[in-house]
């Protein structure tokens, strides 16, 4: 069992940046795959990024990429996400997620779900 505790969120202003946290607990966090993805209301879920479980490989959908890094402390138990020059659109309810099958976009590969953290970006 793994428990995904979500944090960071807030409002920010467009431009601004938050700094998203997902603590975990549980089963070995070290070698698993640690993924974030999205949902905004009315929307289907949407990954945002993922990191392998070294930290080596990072992966990111386009919408984000060159604005947000993902990251993770295994030492610590938790994978972070910077957001820069956050931008209306991003808002949402963001989610980490995480498998012991590799990175992908898919929902459907992460077998363990935080509760989400709003994240709201005024224009």
């Known amino acids: 069992q793994v428990q995904l505790v979500e944090s960071g969120g807030g409002l920010v202003q467009a431009g601004g940046s938050l700094r998203l946290s997902c603590a975990a607990s549980?089963?070995?966090?070290?070698?698993?795959?640690m993924g974030w993805f999205r949902q905004a209301p009315g929307k289907e879920r949407e990954f945002v990024a993922a990191?392998?479980?070294?930290?080596?490989?990072?992966y990111y959908a386009d919408s984000v990429k060159g604005r947000f890094t993902i990251s993770r402390d295994n030492a610590g138990n938790a994978v972070y996400l910077q957001m820069n020059s956050l931008q209306p659109e991003d808002t949402a309810v963001y989610y980490c997620?995480?498998?012991?099958?590799?990175?992908?976009?898919?929902?459907?590969?992460?077998?363990?779900w935080g509760q989400g953290t709003q994240v709201t970006v005024s224009s």
């Open positions: 990191i392998a479980w070294s930290g080596s490989s990072a």
């Open positions: 549980g089963r070995s966090f070290s070698s698993s795959t």
């Open positions: 997620a995480a498998n012991w099958v590799g990175p992908s976009q898919y929902t459907s590969a992460y077998n363990y």
